[in-house]
Nanobody, 115 residues
Framework: QVQLVESGGGLVQPGGSLRLSCAAS????????MGWYRQAPGKQRDLVAF???????TYADSVKGRFTISRDNVQNTVYLQMNSLKPEDAAVYYC?????????WGQGTQVTVSS
């Protein structure tokens, strides 16, 4: 059973940056596509970016040009570099496979964007 642990969240001012990490307890190479999801209070959990095992990336329109997803199949880690953060980016961020595997959900990492 693979376990995912997200980290790197915190409080940042609008326009600031954060780098999120998702560390897996075992190889993530088996998951062709890994993604970052986020859930704001009262809203559904949305996919914001995903990356294939070959390194191809796709982004939601709301984060395109500001967020960068990457993965290290040797270190079993997926990253999300978030720049030019906006208040609407505030949410709990999770990583998971695409499509979702319910057993993979971790505790997430909270991102707060506020001045």
């Amino acid at each position: 059973q693979v376990q995912l642990v997200e980290s790197g969240g915190g409080l940042v001012q609008p326009g600031g940056s954060l780098r999120l990490s998702c560390a897996a307890s075992r190889s993530i190479f088996r998951f062709n596509i890994m993604g970052w999801y986020r859930q704001a209070p009262g809203k559904q959990r949305d996919l914001v970016a995903f990356i294939t095992s070959g390194g191809s990336t796709t982004y939601a329109d709301s984060v395109k040009g500001r967020f960068t997803i990457s993965r290290d199949n040797v270190q079993n880690t997926v990253y999300l570099q978030m720049n030019s953060l906006k208040p609407e980016d505030a949410a709990v961020y999770y990583c998971n496979a695409v499509p979702i595997l319910e057993a993979l959900w971790g505790q997430g990492t909270q991102v707060t964007v506020s001045s």
